[in-house]
């Protein structure tokens, strides 16, 4: 399945128990994660079910993640701050879910010495449709809980931290391919008049006493560049109408032979009907 864009899962600052997630933190899980070495799964509000049934069953992997600094309004100021982008694996549960306009949030779990390296890593990726709890009023209210934080039971390790939810974008990333040809022939076509738009052009040589031909000094060819639009969409209009009416054209070659066939077939187990003989040779009136 094809994979979502980077988006934003974390940046520096509060978690969920009152935490602070370091710079460093961001900086050691975007050169450290790999799939290889622990992949980490999505789940909903921080709940790893046993079942593979919905809700609480698993809506994906983290394919891959970064960081990027990016600019935040905080109390009315604009802050730069390290953020740590992540780009999914999904399944169709979980686009089913987005497309539905539900749990359109994420909250990651992260240990800050993951496997015994001293350094931190991504080790869970919550979606959630609750962003003030996990974010904003839980982050105040966990902070005072202490050992009564809600979210302490949902933690793979006490010391992991659980940070505050972030707005997701979950869109599938294309393969950079347009679906069609004729798409491709256009860009291809628009790529090359951009080129020679931004290259200075090299006038034609022409014969000694040929007078200057009366052209506007912001001529670019806009008339060819124009026919040839027309020729790419054309030709690849016909290319596809022809494969069409192939096509089509098979399907009627098919039809008349079975019909063809099914006439001339008796029905299976139906009763014969007695040869006809013809009469005799005498010839019968009735006058």
Not at 162 to 178: F, K, N, Q
Not at 255 to 281: D, F, I, M, Q, V
Request: aromatic residues 6%.
């Amino acid at each position: 399945m094809a994979k979502t864009r980077f988006f934003r899962i974390a940046v520096e600052g509060g978690t969920t128990d009152g935490r602070v997630i370091e710079r460093a933190w961001i900086e050691q899980m975007a050169a450290g994660y790999n799939t290889l070495t622990y992949t980490a799964s999505i789940n909903c509000e921080h709940i790893r079910g046993y079942s593979p049934d919905a809700p609480f069953n698993s809506y994906g992997t983290v394919a891959a993640v970064k960081s990027e600094e990016v600019e935040l309004t905080i109390n009315g100021k604009k802050e730069m701050r390290l953020a740590l982008l992540a780009q999914l694996d999904p399944n169709d549960q979980l686009l089913t879910v987005n497309r539905a306009k539900q749990k359109l949030f994420t909250s990651c779990e992260i240990s800050p010495n993951f496997g015994g390296t001293g350094k931190a890593g991504l080790v869970g990726l919550a979606i959630t449709d609750n962003p003030a709890s996990l974010g904003t009023e839980m982050l105040e209210f966990a902070s005072k809980a202490g050992a009564a934080n809600p979210f302490s039971a949902r933690k793979q390790d006490a010391a992991n931290v659980i940070t505050a939810a972030s707005e997701a974008e979950i869109v599938l990333e294309g393969d950079g391919t347009d679906p069609s040809s004729l798409f491709a022939s256009i860009r291809g076509m628009f790529d090359a008049f951009t080129a020679k738009m931004a290259a200075p052009g090299k006038s034609a040589e022409t014969p000694p006493g040929t007078p200057p031909a009366n052209t506007p000094a912001n001529d670019n060819d806009l008339a060819g560049f124009a026919r040839q639009i027309g020729d790419t969409v054309t030709n690849a209009i016909s290319t596809y109408a022809r494969v069409n009416d192939a096509a089509v054209k098979k399907i009627g070659d098919d039809l008349a032979a079975l019909t063809g066939r099914l006439s001339s077939t008796e029905t299976p187990n139906a009763p014969l009907r007695k040869l006809s003989t013809g009469g005799g040779t005498t010839v019968v009136t009735d006058c």
